[in-house]
């Protein structure tokens, strides 16, 4: 993974950024 991580980083910061909203996302919603 950390490989792939240094050869894609635009990559890695993508997935990340898109679990860290889902995860934001399904926060917001379970609190509502």
Known sequence: ISGTSMSCPHVAGRAY????SLRVYLLDTGLR
């Open 17 to 20: 950024v898109l679990d860290t």
